[in-house]
């Protein structure tokens, strides 16, 4: 069965701390990995990784795939407050006609002023 | 640009009841699919669509019909409401290339079922 699990599923820092959220995944047909940031309403698209080793960056977030490893990571440098939301990691795969998203728990993050 | 607009916001069905939640986007997106979360599962695919015309099941489909008759609206339709399918849902789409693309989500619509 297709799972992704992400660690730790909750997280409270401080102002200025750096983050690394994790998501594991166990996939058949691993297309490629996204993750999404969800505050109050509809998740938000932050990045999508399909090859190993290639930092993507944002500003103060960026995020890494290792396909031999099967896990990616989410760093956030210099946290502020309007970072606290729920992160999502989802993985697509080759399934069906179009391949699905199947999404971790999240990681609900604090960030304390 | 809407987006993806979903409707209604808020509903509360009693037991039995049926209704439909409606999910509109303006992108031309091929693909489209509903999500329902709740607290500690994450979001599960409900069902999902690759085209007018075309439906599947996801992981969760029990209780519920979609249909596809144009490229822009998938309705969800729970057929006879349970506690159990008090929710948020999701609508998302997204256009179809062979990697993927990312998902475009609507603002959820938040079901309470008594």
């Known amino acids: 069965e297709d799972k992704v699990v992400q660690s730790p599923l909750s997280l409270v820092v401080h102002e200025g701390d750096t983050v690394t959220l994790n998501c594991s995944y166990e996939v058949t047909n691993f297309r490629s990995l996204l993750w999404y940031k969800q505050e109050k309403k509809a998740p938000t698209f932050l990045f999508m990784l399909t090859s190993s080793g290639i930092e993507k960056k944002s500003g103060r977030l960026s995020s890494i795939l290792d396909k031999k490893e099967l896990f990616s990571i989410l760093n956030i440098t210099a946290t502020q407050t309007g970072d606290s939301a729920i992160y999502l990691c989802a993985v697509l795969n080759y399934g069906g006609s179009q391949g699905n998203l199947i999404f971790g728990k999240g990681t609900k993050l604090s960030v304390k002023p | 640009n809407a987006g993806v607009t979903q409707t209604p916001k808020f509903q509360v069905l009693k037991t039995g009841q049926s209704m439909t939640l409606q999910c509109a986007q303006d992108?031309?997106?091929?693909?489209m699919s509903w999500y329902r979360q709740d607290p500690g599962m994450g979001l599960r695919l409900i069902h999902y669509?690759?085209?007018?015309?075309?439906?599947d099941q996801g992981e969760v489909p029990n209780g519920y019909n979609v249909s596809r008759s144009t490229t822009e609206d998938f309705p969800l339709r729970l057929l006879s409401a349970a506690p159990s399918q008090t929710s948020v849902y999701f609508c998302a789409s997204s256009r179809w290339t062979p990697e993927g693309a990312p998902l475009h989500f609507g603002n959820g619509t938040r079901l309470t079922v008594t």
């Open positions: 992108m031309n997106h091929e693909y």
């Open positions: 669509s690759v085209g007018a015309g075309i439906t």
